[in-house]
């Protein structure tokens, strides 16, 4: 694909960090986002002096701030003139108590349905300017797990759990990603691809709040030695940013073996529709 300039969200650690490093090993121009300052210096560092790479730059943003989406993707485009590839990759699980942001809005949505929806619709204009650009957002096979959405109660303030927040926000992204395929076609844009990913079980920084509790932490013991790699995780990320296989090929779901098919028990283009209604009417005050 040549060098591509590309953008890898919560790129700090774990599977983010894995798919920043081993795309600027491919000597692609990498912008890494991260949470926290620090955190983010250091995998900056690592990932430049392992991979030779001096086209890396990094900055930070909290996404459970929408807000803050908004200031970082403003630095984006006053820094970059058009964007290649974005890897909507940062994303959360919580507690089992359910929590709301500064803003006031579900955590988990937050971070995983509503930011990257914001950011995707905020760096449009940049992608736009790719000769060849591609969206890949990591959703998960937890999508599957979550049960029957509540499309009147889309933040879950009745009836809250933490796998529920967590699959069905995945499964709203997926719907989120794949109504930008059709939105991009009513739009006459057809330079832009928007597919989704699935890392499998990996290690990675994931449940960094929903394994404060003595149970959750037991369950992530056991569990550990069953999981895939950081690095394993990240192949379906890397495979969607920048495989020629994938060239001009949108709205398709990926995992670690190749395109799989996600669930579609709930789909209908009407509850997609309604999905997109409501994240759009949240982030609207941000675009």
Do not use: C
């Not at 001096?54 to 630095?75: G, H, M, N, W």
């Not at 969607?240 to 669930?263: C, D, F, R």
């Amino acid at each position: 694909m040549g060098n591509k300039i590309i953008l890898v969200t919560g790129a700090s650690d774990g599977i983010g960090k894995e798919t920043a490093k081993a795309l600027a090993k491919q000597g692609h121009t990498i912008i890494m986002h991260g949470r926290s300052l620090q955190k983010t210096k250091s995998a900056y560092e690592e990932i430049k002096a392992e991979s030779g790479n001096d086209k890396i730059a990094y900055l930070t943003a909290d996404f459970l701030s929408l807000a803050e989406v908004r200031q970082f993707a403003d630095k984006i485009k006053q820094k970059y003139d058009r964007l290649d590839v974005l890897v909507n990759n940062a994303g959360a699980q919580f507690t089992g108590k359910r929590e709301t942001s500064l803003e006031r809005h579900e955590k988990t949505m937050t971070i995983n349905l509503f930011a990257p929806h914001l950011l995707t619709m905020l760096l449009l204009p940049l992608l736009k300017k790719s000769s060849s650009a591609r969206v890949v957002t990591v959703a998960s096979a937890a999508h599957k797990m979550a049960g029957k959405p509540g499309l009147n109660d889309i933040e879950l303030n009745n009836n809250y759990s933490m796998g529920k927040a967590y699959g069905l926000s995945k499964l709203y992204v997926i719907w989120i990603m794949r109504h930008f395929v059709s939105e991009m076609k009513r739009e006459g844009v057809n330079n832009i691809t928007f597919n989704t990913v699935h890392p499998a079980s990996a290690t990675s920084s994931l449940g960094r709040e929903s394994t404060k509790s003595l149970s959750t932490k037991i369950i992530y013991f056991l569990w550990k030695p069953l999981m895939k790699t950081a690095a394993q995780g990240a192949a379906s990320s890397i495979y969607a940013a920048i495989s020629s296989e994938l060239e001009g090929v949108t709205g398709k779901y990926y995992g670690l073996k190749g395109e799989e098919k996600p669930s579609e028990k709930y789909y209908s283009p009407e509850n997609e529709q309604i999905v997109w209604n409501y994240s759009i009417n949240i982030i609207k005050p941000y675009l």
